[in-house]
């Protein structure tokens, strides 16, 4: 299994990024799939994930309203449209997958595949 995430980037307070996360070698229709974000010295959290089953979303209450996670099953591929961008955002975004036909999981240790991460910059 493999995730690469991109779109990653520097940009000013107010203004927005689309991350997307590329999955090849799982099934992918049958992955729920999540963002996480960690911080210089800080865990790694929760951001947002979406369902396998029903396309149910989750969103950390720090990015409600300004978050949209979705998912493209025709093209193996998860997106993070992330709006209206605060400095404290400032982090490196994570796609996530747990095991296969597992629902959605708050918690980083329940998630079996991670992509390498990329860097999210938000200026004041």
């Known amino acids: 299994v493999q995730l690469v995430e991109s779109g990653g980037g520097l940009v000013q307070a107010g203004g927005s990024l689309r991350l997307s996360c590329a999955a090849s070698?799982?099934?992918?229709?049958?992955?729920?799939m999540a963002w996480f974000r960690q911080a210089p010295g800080k865990e790694r959290d929760f951001v947002a994930a979406i369902s396998w089953r029903v396309t149910r979303t989750y969103y950390a209450d720090s990015v409600k309203g300004r978050f949209t996670i979705s998912r493209d099953n025709a093209k193996n591929t998860v997106h993070l449209q992330m709006d209206s961008l605060k400095p404290e955002d400032t982090a490196v975004y994570y796609c996530?997958?747990?095991?296969?036909?597992?629902?959605?999981?708050?918690?980083?240790?329940?998630?079996?595949?991670w992509g390498q991460g990329t860097q999210v910059t938000v200026s004041s």
């Open positions: 070698g799982l099934d992918f229709g049958t992955y729920a």
């Open positions: 996530a997958a747990p095991s296969r036909f597992r629902e959605v999981q708050m918690s980083a240790t329940e998630y079996a595949y």
